[in-house]
């Protein structure tokens, strides 16, 4: 039985020397901000909350929110973190993803069904990436695709609602 979204936590490994010990952190709340501040509709919403109860659905979720952050001034971006650390775990559990993190590059990389993914952490140094990610590998090779033009598309296949139904003249 799938996990209420709102019931969704992840504990964030922090590195050795970091200040904050870790602590559970819930994600949907923090999705659901990213979700108002881009004004998503309730389909969206609906899609989101789906996506969570798998690994690439996490992937492409955090996908979208980052595609969306572009056309909107001031993003929350506080849900990115957990949300691909909750993508690395679950995608591990049902083998959806798998997750590479280039310490060069400052970057977790996600392989899935659908595309490649990548999402800057580099700034986010006290998490503890190799710990979080599959694999460690410097000097990873990413296709480089563009994939922020499909992320709504993506997204709405964990809804499975027909394209027609959610694309707006």
Known sequence: MPVAPDALTV????????????????V?????????????????RDAAEAALEQGDGC???A???NSEAKRVHEMDYRFKVPLVVLAAEQAREDDTATSVYDP???CVYFETDVSQFSFHVYKDWTVDWPRVADEVQEDYEWSG???QTW??????EFLE?????YMVD
Not at 11 to 26: F, K, L, M, Q, Y
Not at 151 to 156: E, G, S, T
């Open 145 to 147: 695709e563009e994939n």
């Open 11 to 26: 504990t964030i490994p922090r590195e050795e020397d970091a200040a904050d010990e870790p602590e559970s952190v819930a």
């Open 28 to 44: 949907w709340p923090l999705v659901e901000t990213a979700l108002d501040r881009i004004d998503a509709d309730p389909s969206t």
């Open 59 to 61: 992937v492409v979720l």
């Open 63 to 65: 996908n979208f929110l």
């Open 161 to 165: 609602v027909p394209t027609d139904q």
């Open 104 to 106: 060069d590059e400052g």
């Open 151 to 156: 992320a709504l598309d993506w997204l709405m």
